[in-house]
Every structure is written in C-alpha cells, then in structure tokens.
C-alpha cells in the first residue's frame, strides 16, 4: 500500500507519517511551502522527517499564491503573529490561512493518483475546527467526496484523519511510542531558531509535552 503523507514538519503531520508507516504504507513525503514565516525551517525538518521514515520519494511544491494573496498574520508581513495569552477571541485566528487545506488536499489527490496512492494522510483535528474551517470533520467529508467524484473510476482514494477526535498529548503519546524524533520537527509561528514559546502552535507543543511530562526536545527562547 501507498500512501501521501502531508508533512509540514510539524509535531502532528510527522507523527501522522510514523502512524502511516506503522498501519503498513509506503510513504510517499509531500510538502508545501506557502510563503510563511517559518518556511524554511519546515522544510528541513520535513526533510529530516522523510528521510527518518524512509519515505519512497520527497515532493516540495510551492503554493506561492497563498502569499500573494495574503489575509494570514503566517503570509502576511502587514499582520502580527499574536501570543497565546493575546488571543482572547474565540473567532478565527489569524493564523488561519483561507482554504489552505483544500490547496493542499487538491495536491495532494493528483500526486496519489499518478502514484496509484491507496490514501491520503493529513493530521487535522476536531479541537481546531472552532478555529480553522478547514479543519472541520465535515470539511473532510466533503472532500473525500470531491476525490471519489473527480478521480477516475479506478481510483480508490481514502482521506485518512485518525488525529480528528484526539487532542496534542494524545498524539504526542502515540508518537512517543513510534519513536517520533520530536527534535527534528518544528511547531512555532513566528521564528527559524529557536522557537519563540508564546504563539498558539508553541503554547499547544509545549502544554502537551508537559501533560505527559516529557521535556520537548527543540530550543525555545
């Protein structure tokens, strides 16, 4: 079995990797970079990630026109990167990049399909979904019917989410137990090195490797 795994570099999408590797699929690495602040710095752990796992083939894309069109504090040098404690609001956060994930999931379907992939693997998760729209259990659903319906007929895709229902310490529990090398991924916002310990994605690593009291391997500020 194939697989695309989606891998930013981060904490959820290179457990989700070692998750797939581990139900029994060939990995086939895909990345994108978008114009974020952090771009460079995912990609290399993207990289590192890839290779730990042994991945079959490593695919960078550049979506370049989500920076152009701006409207995301990640893409956008007009907007601020907030703290945690200053994201009092519970509407979207500006973090939000509009209708990344359908970008990268339609990406993602026309490299499975050349590849005669079995799934695509993509680490959303239901505790985001107040926030992120995209990351909606019924956006997945909706997606997965997009792919039955514009694949061809020999094409059995599946969109894989098994994080939708867990929370951070739950998945950093499961990475931990497939030796997930957490000092080669990165989570933060705002910076390359080190990371800066008080945006959202900091706050949310940090909190889950302090739930399950394991020291998080990367430097912080």
């Avoid at 995912?42 to 730990?52: F, G, M, P, Q, Y």
């Avoid at 997009?146 to 229902?165: A, H, K």
């Avoid at 080190?194 to 912080?220: M, N, Q, T, W």
Wanted: one cysteine or more.
């Amino acid at each position: 079995m194939k697989a695309v795994c989606l891998i930013s570099g981060g904490m959820d999408s290179s457990t989700l990797a070692y998750v797939a590797r581990d139900m029994g699929y060939e990995i086939l690495a895909l990345h994108m970079r978008y114009g974020q602040i952090t771009e460079d710095k995912e990609l290399e752990c993207a990289k590192k990630i890839a290779n730990s796992l042994g991945a079959s083939e490593f695919m960078e894309i550049s979506l370049s026109h989500l920076k152009k069109f701006g409207g995301s504090s990640l893409t956008d040098s007009s907007m601020k990167v907030f703290d945690h404690k200053d994201n009092g609001s519970t509407s979207i956060p500006n973090t939000y990049v509009p209708f990344r994930n359908s970008n990268l999931l339609s990406i993602a379907t026309s490299y499975a399909e050349t590849r005669g992939a079995d799934a695509i693997f993509i680490g959303v998760q239901a505790s985001d979904y107040a926030g992120y729209p995209d990351c909606r259990p019924e956006f997945i659903e909706a997606f997965q019917r997009v792919i039955d319906l514009g694949t061809s007929d020999d094409t059995d895709l599946r969109l894989m989410t098994p994080f939708v229902n867990m929370n951070k310490a739950e998945i950093l529990k499961t990475g931990m137990r497939l030796n997930v090398p957490y000092e080669d991924t990165w989570s933060c916002y705002k910076s390359n090195y080190p990371a800066c310990g008080k945006c959202d994605s900091c706050y949310y690593r940090l909190k889950a490797f302090e739930e399950i009291g394991v020291k998080d391997p990367i430097e912080y500020e």
